[in-house]
């Protein structure tokens, strides 16, 4: 039974020497959940598209107990050539990695099907999707030399139940929930875990993109609703594999159904 994981604090042990890498690690989630990792005795790689931002992030966490290093990786200008720069980069600096959270992720536009760019669709379904199988591949084998590895997905409530004007947002995000399932048989005999996160409404600038007018102060902040993340990061989650567990109910369902 996996219980109270919407108020979640991990023990110093739980998350002691963990080599994470996550994405989007900039703003919304990602940020939040990138400070809150650095109280603790970890490693943290940090993904983003903006060298800048980045730079800041880590400026920020220099006095923390956990070691950062950031990795400026832009998956639309991306090319074969800069994730081989990125594996380079890996093998000069770990061996295994322990978990990948995907954060990262483009919203689009919210428009119907009969008005969608056709180029935005394509940027969408890249970032969300295509990026996503490309970093999970190339990472692949340093999991499999982790310690009690995990992958960490961030789905959305439009990735299981369409909705109208959520266009390639909601089918990118069910192409998640596809990938998932497909990892989570395929990483069977390999020791690595895979889980799913719907974090429901948040409140970050991807959100007020998608709703301008909604009262902000009701919504959740990123502070809010990143224990189930440091949950499925930690040791605790050792025996926890294929599961999407959904913050706004605190319920969760295995991603087979």
Sequence with gaps: MITNIDTFEPTPESLDG????????????GEALAIKLSAY?????????????LKKLSERLKNSKANIYTY???????????????????????????????NAAMLGDRSPIAHYDIGLWQQVMHVNCNAVFILTR?????????????????????GIKGKAYWGAYS????????????LNEEFNQTGIRINVINPGPTNTNMRAKAYPAEDKSKIPSP????????????KDAKDISGIRYEFKTNSYISIDL
């Design 18 to 29: 963990r080599k994470i890498l996550l994405t989007g690690a900039t703003s919304g989630i």
């Design 41 to 53: 005795n970890c490693h943290l790689i940090l993904l983003g598209r903006s060298k800048i931002k």
């Design 72 to 102: 400026t990786l832009d998956y639309l200008k991306a090319e074969a050539s800069d994730y081989q720069n990125f594996i380079d980069y890996m093998d000069e600096n770990f061996n295994a990695i322990d978990v990948l959270v995907h």
């Design 138 to 158: 190339c990472l692949i084998s340093y999991l499999v030399k982790g310690n009690l590895p995990t992958v960490l997905m961030v789905s959305s409530g439009v």
């Design 171 to 182: 089918v990118s995000k069910f192409a998640i929930e596809g990938l998932s399932q497909i």
């Design 223 to 234: 502070e809010t609703v990143i224990p189930p993340f440091l949950f499925f990061i930690s």
